[in-house]
């Protein structure tokens, strides 16, 4: 604020509550081959029922990556998917498929169709498109047409066009489950579109496009609209003065040419995986993915999420050995495999391993099906984080029980899992009449350290993004006591009242001129050492029963 030059009053409001934020961490991110639904695209689901409607439910090829999706939401409800495709095309209304990964590949091809199926895939097949134009010469044009009953009245002439001298430029567009893909009920109605229009900058009542290209593209589920259709002649045009005669525009398509090729290449997997990398734009806790991959080997793609998210150093990867590594194997075999494979993951308190497949039901097919873990290994943190906080173990009996599980393929007994533990692994184990339970908790370093734990690694995930967070309303100001104290009142009230949580057993913030000495402070920086010492999970617990003489006195023995 400026100088008063005379006398007078200024009111000046100087902001002392800033505060350490609250961060998200709970959000899975998943990448995998699913039957529909946008590609390379980043999506947010929060439930299965979500999943299913926006991706498509699962066939014998995909379940393995809907069913794996679809473990995490039994535990979280913010899951981020991403679908990879191999050679899966559109279907389109002029029988020549063509690939429409996602809206920004759509603004980016000139169409010869009409109309295109929304997402690549064979669902696309079974989608036909009906429209009825505005046809004063014939009235008969809509009362003919087999879709009529579904509308209220003919279109005709939109508000919008009358009062700027056009006219006959209304259209009902409506889409088919033709061959009952969709809803188990061949020519099931899908969608209907009433009264849209023919002129490109023709608006509804509440200043929204009106013009059925921009309509269909924005709210149809199923289609784009592609080419201006040849029945639609003046489609495109203005609504002042045009006549949109549209003589004998009932027409009917059946799209047809979608392909789907679901078995994914490693190439083709790590590419969607890689759409999780930008920790500025995208913003993940909890990466897993499925490591199998159709003609490549599963340790390339476990290492891209691994070196993901250790690279991101906001999230934790969760990996799985292959099914085949466990199913249908030995116990020393399944042992063999899984270590085989944990040796060749990278060592990182960013990763973590679990040691089985797992058999679950899929609903959609009425089959049981084997998936990895990673989903659930994934979801049991999110749990954990709804239950408790992110700083506690997802392992054991209280927070570490699978849910929906039938079966697990590989069993550890107790020297297994002494192997695997060893090997980085956290084994999953089934106990009588306790249930499936995941029954360790290390990240997969090599490194001894209190980073080799899943909770402790998580807690600073937490305390890294709040903080560096809160730090960024730092840049930019003086760096002198003012500014300094101001950072250390924001960010110990915070670490106080995750200790009260149980997630630190001390810590302390120096900023001071200690550590920002005139060099720090004429090279722009600024520096703030904050040293945590992290609550510890326990791992080994020993019971001591000691038997003593009845006249012995216990104060004597223990020592007291």
Same mark, same amino acid.
């Given at each position: 604020m400026a100088f008063q030059v005379s006398p007078g009053v200024q009111v000046r409001e100087i902001d002392l509550t800033n505060v350490v934020p609250a961060v998200s961490t709970s959000i899975g991110g998943f990448a995998g081959a699913f039957n529909w639904g946008p590609v390379e695209e980043i999506v947010s689901v929060s439930s299965e029922k979500e999943l299913a409607s926006i991706f498509g439910t699962p066939d014998s090829i995909t379940a393995q990556d809907f069913l794996t999706a679809a473990s995490f939401l039994q535990y979280g409800s913010a899951l981020k998917v991403v679908r990879a495709a191999s050679g899966n095309l559109n279907a389109t209304s002029s029988g020549a498929g063509v690939l429409v990964k996602n809206r920004d590949s759509y603004d980016g091809i000139t169409f010869t169709a009409s109309f295109v199926a929304k997402y690549p895939g064979i669902l696309g097949n079974s989608l036909s498109v009906s429209?009825?134009?505005?046809?004063?010469?014939?009235?008969?044009?809509?009362?003919?047409?087999?879709?009529?009953?579904?509308?209220?009245?003919?279109?005709?002439?939109?508000?919008?066009?009358?009062?700027?001298?056009?006219?006959?430029?209304?259209?009902?567009? +409506?889409?088919?489950?033709?061959?009952?893909?969709?809803?188990?009920?061949?020519?099931?109605?899908?969608?209907?579109?009433?009264?849209?229009?023919?002129?490109?900058?023709?608006?509804?009542?509440?200043?929204?496009?009106?013009?059925?290209?921009?309509?269909?593209?924005?709210?149809?589920?199923?289609?784009?609209?592609?080419?201006?259709?040849?029945?639609?002649?003046?489609?495109?045009?203005?609504?002042?003065?045009?006549? &949109?005669?549209?003589?004998?525009?009932a027409v009917s398509y059946s799209l047809s040419s979608g392909t789907d090729d679901n078995n994914l290449t490693v190439g083709e997997r790590n590419l969607a995986i890689g759409l999780f990398a930008d920790s500025e734009t995208v913003d993940i806790n909890l990466l897993f993915g499925v490591s199998g991959a159709e003609g490549g080997d599963d340790v390339s793609i476990a290492n891209n999420l691994v070196s993901i998210a250790t690279a991101r150093k906001d999230c934790v990867a969760f990996v799985s050995p292959s099914i085949e590594s466990t199913v249908g194997k030995t116990q020393s075999d399944a042992l063999a495999a899984v270590k085989a494979f944990a040796d060749d993951v990278s060592s990182s308190t960013y990763a973590v391993i679990d040691s089985t497949a797992l058999k679950v039901y899929d609903k959609y097919n009425d089959v049981y099906r084997w998936i990895p873990a990673s989903g659930h290994m994934a979801g049991l943190c999110a749990n954990a984080d709804n239950v408790a906080d992110a700083w506690f173990s997802p392992a054991g009996f209280t927070r570490g029980n699978l849910l929906g599980v039938t079966k697990i393929a590989f069993n550890p007994n107790k020297n297994a899992r002494d192997t695997l533990y060893k090997a980085r692994?956290?084994?999953?184990?089934? @106990?009588?009449?306790?249930?499936?339970?995941?029954?360790?908790?290390?990240?997969?370093?090599?490194?001894?350290?209190? @980073?080799?734990? +899943?909770?402790?690694?998580?807690?600073?995930?937490?305390?890294?993004?709040?903080?560096?967070?809160?730090?960024?309303?730092?840049?930019?100001?003086?760096?002198?006591?003012?500014?300094?104290?101001? &950072?250390?009142?924001?960010?110990?009230?915070?670490?106080?009242?995750?200790?009260?949580?149980?997630?630190?057993?001390?810590?302390?913030?120096?900023?001071?001129?200690?550590?920002?000495?005139?060099?720090? +402070?004429?090279?722009?920086?600024?520096?703030?050492?904050?040293?945590?010492?992290?609550?510890?999970?326990?791992? &080994?617990i020993t019971l001591n029963f000691i038997a003593t003489r009845t006249g012995v006195e216990f104060s004597e023995i223990i020592g007291q």
């Open positions: 429209f009825c134009a505005a046809d004063s010469a014939d009235p008969t044009t809509f009362t003919d047409w087999s879709h009529a009953g579904r509308f209220n009245s003919a279109p005709s002439t939109s508000s919008y066009a009358e009062a700027r001298g056009g006219s006959n430029d209304e259209m009902h567009v +409506i889409v088919i489950d033709e061959d009952g893909l969709w809803t188990g009920t061949p020519g099931s109605v899908l969608e209907t579109f009433a009264y849209l229009s023919q002129a490109s900058d023709a608006k509804s009542e509440d200043g929204s496009s009106n013009y059925y290209k921009d309509v269909i593209n924005t709210r149809s589920q199923y289609i784009w609209v592609g080419a201006l259709d040849s029945s639609l002649a003046e489609a495109g045009s203005t609504a002042a003065g045009t006549n &949109f005669d549209n003589s004998g525009s692994v956290n084994p999953i184990a089934s @106990f009588p009449g306790q249930g499936i339970s995941l029954f360790g908790d290390k990240t997969a370093t090599n490194k001894p350290s209190a @980073f080799d734990r +899943i909770n402790v690694r998580r807690l600073f995930i937490v305390l890294e993004k709040a903080i560096s967070t809160a730090a960024k309303y730092q840049l930019f100001e003086f760096n002198d006591e003012f500014t300094r104290a101001m &950072f250390r009142n924001m960010v110990e009230p915070f670490l106080r009242d995750v200790k009260g949580r149980r997630g630190i057993t001390d810590f302390a913030v120096i900023c001071d001129e200690t550590n920002n000495t005139g060099d720090i +402070i004429d090279t722009n920086q600024f520096v703030a050492d904050i040293y945590i010492k992290p609550a510890r999970s326990i791992n &080994f």
